[in-house]
């Protein structure tokens, strides 16, 4: 069976394939703001260089936040219908969770408004709550791995491979008892979606 992935929740568009529990094909570009313009052709570009069609696709798997305010909604909205004219699984997971890919890290996105986003794993686990923290006020252990917008924290930028990670985090995919009740979560309020940087 294959899965399809997808993440729009940060700067990039996410498409990858997973059969079996391997990645058999991804894209991961950079195009911020832009995931909606080119998904549809990424995707159709993704099945027909590997002689795949739609119906090929069994289930669906996609980060639910937190993230852009827009672009959480770009997968989730592709995805949801998707799944209910085929009647096929669609799964979730933490956009945080994620791109920790069964690692061992802090994950930090940038959250907009002097804030981000963080969690702390232990081989994927989190270790604390997943939240959003004023990053004058977040310390970093100097010894702590850094994934994502590293930059806003003194350290590198560092993404991983997400479709890869989508893989290697399947353990923690969440199946949605109603695909038409999946819902972003932001962690904070839309609100503070409109401070701009």
Known sequence: MITLCMDTSHIYL????IRDG???DRVQNECWKRQSEEIFPQLIAL???NGLHPEDIGSVVISDGPGSYTGV???MTVAKVFCAMKIIPLYTISTLRLYAGGETCRVIMDARGKRVYTCAY???VPSEEESVRETAELTIDPAETVTG???????QDSWPDI???FAKTQSAWKKAENVHEVVPDYLKSSDA????K
């Not at 917008?149 to 350290?155: E, K, P, T």
């Not at 979606?193 to 701009?196: A, E, F, L, P, R």
């Open 193 to 196: 979606y409109m401070v701009k």
């Open 73 to 75: 909604r770009i997968a």
């Open 22 to 24: 391997e990645v058999i």
């Open 163 to 165: 479709a890869l990670c």
């Open 149 to 155: 917008d590293g930059r806003l924290v003194g350290r």
């Open 47 to 49: 099945l027909e260089r």
């Open 122 to 124: 232990v081989n994927g």
């Open 14 to 17: 996410v498409l990858g394939l």
